[in-house]
């Protein structure tokens, strides 16, 4: 069982999210992120001083797949969640030891 | 026979305006009281009582209340519609419309005022024929009693300037019937259910305060020294109330809260509504003291009796306008009510003028539960007057509503909601 | 000669200081329907209408409608910067000054009316331009219109108490103008753009409907019998115009909406507007139930037509101005018209009223649309009416003002944002 | 003898109603800037003012302003308690409660002013003992100089009609004596301390503009021509200020900010306080422009002199003040000020006016900034003026008031704070 | 030492904590999650027009644990979180390489 | 390739993402959290009742580093969030299997 999770720019959620559905993905998890990187930040001015906020909205997704899935996987998210613009994000791979659905207690691949 | 005073009519209408203001204020006080996914419903059930309480008003309520007395129990139908006035008809000095208009908005906040007791579970629809119901039967009828010409607790002899009975003491039974029949949220006394927004409640309690000087100095239907010297009891007593209820807070919890200090606010102002004419400004100081330290601890009543009345209905306005109705008794001062009859026991009046606010009080109070007690009942038993637990649990804002209050995005932050982005918008039918 | 009335004057200035309350509650009506990127560039669309229009009014704008006429079709220049008047000058009952502020607050709400349809896109340079423009080539004269002295509109007899044309109209018009020409937000039709604060949605709504009374009540232009039966009117009419678009909510959604019951209520006030001093409450109620329905089917017309007007003030303003324009031509109440050649067909008046309230309202509608259309299209052109696409998706408000509206962390909860904490401060130049 | 005028005294309960206002609106226009963690206590911090300050008022306060005089300083005690005051007493063409009332509230505001230099880091129960101590030392003999009866500053001949020494250099000059006494917040011109919530700061502005028609205006103390002007500049010069302090964004930052637009709304209200009965509408736009130029460049102070003056009261009260007081002596104007004595340089009077506007303003300047000065030391050195830096950093809301101002979850998105649920709910004693 | 993950419905949290801190856990971090998976999100309606939001609001628990706890602290959660609604959530367990307390840089078992 | 992830107190991450950029990492995502463990919370009133609550606001960082770096890495974050007071976060370290840089498709060392 692999753990894939990706940070990828908060518009681009919804295409993901159909892509990985259209590929047979049947969950995942979000939470909201911000990331810092190449991508430059924003100005805000505040009484006639200037703050640069490095700081840029991300989301970040974790889909638990099957060992033998997550190439594939990998390669949708990429491929949706790209635009070819500096800050596109990060997508990575950790191993899971074990997966549980609370529900019924089913474990391994069925519990996803 | 009286003329047109523009003046007078000029601070009638402002009054009225002031006091139509109030129910978005209240609406705000008690929004920002409930969790943040019950907000919208909270502030619909306020402006459904606006919207229904007004067209009532025109069509029967104000010749329910205002036409000839039958028997002074209500009013007759003759002014139905209003057909028969037009704008040249005075009542005193100033045109009738200005007093459909001003009594209007006492008739809207009475009914928007007993939302805050079931907050967060009301059915929307059980909600809607509720005000329409009680609205009629007690509501109308009320006011007819305490100042319809005829009615019979004016005849009796009780006093009331803006509305203690008829407002504060009517609407906190009525809160507290439905906080009974509907029962306690889901998980009352075990979560912590805090206010989701409290500038909000400020916000609200600032407009409130502001609108209260139209319902009580309004209530002087002049613009003239009572009116006067009720705009400042209006400011002293809910200054006072402030400090007072910041007092036990102090006393209890060795810290001041904005909770306290909005519910204060109102707990003075409830309290001095019935008195605001008739006290000096040192009596309103002692009105809204009292009316604070007491408001506060009356908040304690519901968990020993075991009522979830939401937002305190029953502390601040069941109690508070009791304790300004009863305080009239003691503070009513000749030099305001201008008549020797009217003295309160510390100005060397008897004890009967406390004897008739404590039968009017004790009147409306009976009549307005026991009405709203079988109202409810009858929607609970029938359409449904609580919304089901999952309604409840998820949110009945998104339930009843099909809303969400807030969608805060910031670009600047971390905190920016993929909701948004991740909806699939099926458009159905938005065409006309 | 009339002497000064010291209660018209009370009335009037309170009035005017409710209708100048109107534009920050637009503001808000506005900004909490728009995302939370762009809320303050919404209301900074409405400030900023607030302070040039109001600086133009003194300079030339207080002249151009109501100096002599030239030709009906637009006032003379000699009250140009209002140095020939004076404190001790009346206008009727009621100090010119008084007038000058009264009509100032009308001008103001009229030309921020407009930024609705063209929310969260619009050049803050491009606004600013249009502002000056549309104020002085459209809004001056066709004041002059229909209430300068000698304005083709009065004296062709088509009849607007408070501003259907004048206002609501005419902003409504040149709304769809300039949604035409800026073209719609990126993503519309695809994305829900959901209002980002629904009880800012309704604090607004509040805050327009408490203005209101002094906007329609006031232009009685004296605290009288009309002023209060228009008080009543706009009370009454509004409540019934929440409650048909709450119907039109029901019946096609099986909810009812927070954001249905803020536009029901602003439809009302829209459509009430032309004729709150000259129908009876009873007509008031028709006239509101029809604007709620109305005005809510109305919204689809942007789907249908194709284009984005963003907060639906083509839907509100220029469908309910129409409906209350014209439905005076069936309503007009002798009692409150006090003429009999202003009756409504409704009660035995002739189709004269309703045809001259029609062209009246036809020619309002194409003349502000004209001339907002080019003057648009002419600013797109040069210094541009549309911000970057970089700028409208990463939102308005970091791209035309450097600021973010929300910074909201909680000591208490997860949510507590580190933008700040992460921030370089690289402070510039705060020395003055 | 004069009689009582309806219309005047619905002017005046209406204005006293409307800068009552003003408090709350100062509220949320200050809580709006300070950060999340600290809006709840700069909401107390005004509401306190409120609360505690109206009582005053009536004990002592009014006596103390407007009895008569004691050499000039202060009034006498007679009037304390104001029981020596019935309904029927005039003063002037208005009951004299109508005076109490509308007085009650300048005292109230001036006090509340303060507090934004001092905010997000001052103890509660310090604010509180130099609420009482400042308005009794300072702000009570202060109105006397400049408006009671035989009060040094008015027997002088200097002039302030509604305010601008009295209210606001008085105010601006004790809030530069705080945030010297009290110290900076900590990370003062490290951290950004961004505003958390800008639409309440233009909530806030929207209401201040709102109400202060009733402190300018209303300070004709009748509804009359001078009222009506009054009314004219409040919005002129407000509006001109806006569009002045948005010119040193554009130029200095290149973008116009939201923040600037409020801010400077107030700018041109303070400026136009002294000015607003005494000058033309083309002169308050003067006096507007450059209030909004001068104190936009004057923000930059605080950073010059190392003081924390957190929301700019000194930039925009005692500065604002500063340059509406003196540029009496420039624009005064005969037609305004019915009196030959009093015009200005640029209407042909001498140079006298303005010498009089500068020894009055110093005065108040010197003496307010020294007593507060001096009263803060003593605060600050006995019960403790400052909070500990655990509170400060932690959020002064939380350790103050045992508060969270927002808990903010929607059930649609990610951003549902699950605070609520993980809290250990330990009752300690809610029975009363 | 292993990371144990649980994606779980919010207002369990505070059965999740108490169950953890009587088995003997002593911390925990805890982020604002929302999921997608076989439970239903909810409808929103704008102008007439009808939005499904799909995404459910979540709470996301990590906790460190030693190796020899890894199976009960799983449990724990699981029996804690259970409601038998669909939409229960996922618990997962990752490897750790290593662990240190910030405060005192203690690593390991001892940083827990 | 390594993933550190590190819960500290959300007024240090400026100080850490000097720190990390003074030691060329050039990049992380932030998301907030809040922690449960030895620190206490704060408490808060409503309508006379005294609530805990237990959670204090976190700021969990995510860095993604090559093999080589981990242990500097760790080092310069424990360093940099330290305050000394209790509270101040751990830090932990998971294996990567892959890491993609979603613009390019780069993969491993290359994405970073
Ligand atoms: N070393 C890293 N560890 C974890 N997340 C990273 C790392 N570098 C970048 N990220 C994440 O990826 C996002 C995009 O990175 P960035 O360098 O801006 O652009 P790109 O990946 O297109 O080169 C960042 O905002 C951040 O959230
Ligand atoms: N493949 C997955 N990867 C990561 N998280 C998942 C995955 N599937 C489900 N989840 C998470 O678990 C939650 C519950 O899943 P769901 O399918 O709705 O119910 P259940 O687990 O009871 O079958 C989801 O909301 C999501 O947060
Ligand atoms: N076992 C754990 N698993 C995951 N996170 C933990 C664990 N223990 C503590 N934490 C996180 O570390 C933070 C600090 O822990 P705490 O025990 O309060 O202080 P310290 O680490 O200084 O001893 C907690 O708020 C929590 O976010």
């Not at chain 1, 295409?15 to 993905?25: M, N």
């Not at chain 2, 305006?17 to 609406?27: F, H, I, K, N």
């Not at chain 2, 006492?106 to 805050?116: C, Q, Y």
């Amino acid at each position: 069982m692999k753990l894939v999770t990706a940070v990828i720019k908060p518009f681009k959620l919804d295409e993901v999210r159909s892509a990985l559905e259209t590929f047979g993905v049947q969950g995942m998890t979000v939470t909201d992120a911000s990331g810092y990187g190449r991508q430059k930040g924003h100005t805000e001015v505040y009484r006639g001083a200037e703050y640069t906020v490095d700081l840029v909205p991300k989301t970040r997704l974790e889909v638990l797949v099957d060992d033998t899935d997550v190439d594939d996987v990998v390669d949708v998210i990429v491929k949706a969640a790209q635009t070819g613009k500096i800050g596109d994000g990060k997508v990575w791979v950790n191993s899971v030891d074990a997966v549980v659905r609370v529900r019924t207690g089913e474990v391994g691949v069925d519990a996803l | 026979m009286p003329e047109l005073s523009a003046g007078d009519t000029a601070w009638i209408l402002t009054s009225a305006a002031l006091v139509l203001l109030m129910t978005p204020g209240l609406a705000f006080f008690y929004g920002g009281m409930v969790r943040a996914k019950a907000v919208l419903n909270m502030l619909m059930m306020c402006f459904l009582a606006l919207a229904i309480v007004s067209v009532l008003w025109v069509l029967y309520g104000y010749s329910m209340a205002y036409d000839e007395s039958v028997g002074g129990l209500v009013g007759g139908f003759s002014l139905a519609g209003l057909t028969n006035i037009g704008p040249d008809d005075l009542a005193g000095t100033i045109p009738v419309f200005a007093d459909v208009g001003f009594q209007a908005v006492f008739a809207i906040i009475t009914v928007a005022l007993i939302a805050g007791a079931i907050a967060e579970r009301a059915t929307f629809r059980g909600w809607a024929i509720f005000v329409v119901l009680w609205a009629t039967i007690v509501y109308f009828p009320v006011a007819h009693w305490v100042w319809g010409d005829g009615g019979w607790i004016g005849e009796f002899g009780a006093i009331d300037f803006a509305g203690g009975t008829a407002v504060h003491i009517n609407a906190g039974a009525a809160a507290l019937a439905l906080a009974i029949v509907i029962g306690p949220r889901l998980g009352w006394r075990r979560d912590p259910m805090k206010p989701h927004n409290l500038p909000f409640v400020l916000l609200g309690a600032g407009l409130l305060w502001f609108g209260w000087f139209g319902f009580n100095a309004g209530s002087a239907y002049a613009a003239d020294g009572i009116a006067s010297s009720a705009w400042v009891t209006t400011m002293t007593a809910t200054a006072a109330a402030i400090l007072g209820w910041l007092l036990v807070d102090v006393v209890r919890d060795q810290k001041t809260t904005a909770l306290g200090a909005a519910s204060g606010a109102i707990a003075g102002l409830v309290a001095i509504t019935p008195a605001t004419g008739f006290v000096s400004p040192v009596g309103s100081i002692v009105i809204g003291l009292l009316a604070g330290v007491v408001c506060a601890l009356a908040v304690g009543l519901k968990y020993r009796f075991g009522y979830d009345d939401s937002l305190d209905v029953v502390a601040v306005h069941l109690v508070g306008g009791l304790v300004g109705t009863l305080l009239i008794g003691f503070l009513a001062n000749e030099t305001y009510t201008g008549d020797a009859a009217l003295r309160g026991l510390f100005y060397g009046g008897g004890i009967e003028l406390l004897g008739r606010q404590a039968v009017a009080a004790g009147a409306v109070m009976l009549y307005s539960f026991a009405v709203a007690f079988i109202l409810g009942l009858i929607i609970h038993r029938t359409v449904g007057f609580r919304v089901s637990e999952d309604a409840e649990v998820g949110g009945i804002d998104l339930a009843s509503h099909a809303e969400a209050a807030y969608e805060i995005t910031t670009a600047a932050g971390p905190s920016s909601s993929h909701a948004a982005v991740s909806q699939a918008a099926k458009e159905r039918s938005v065409q006309a």
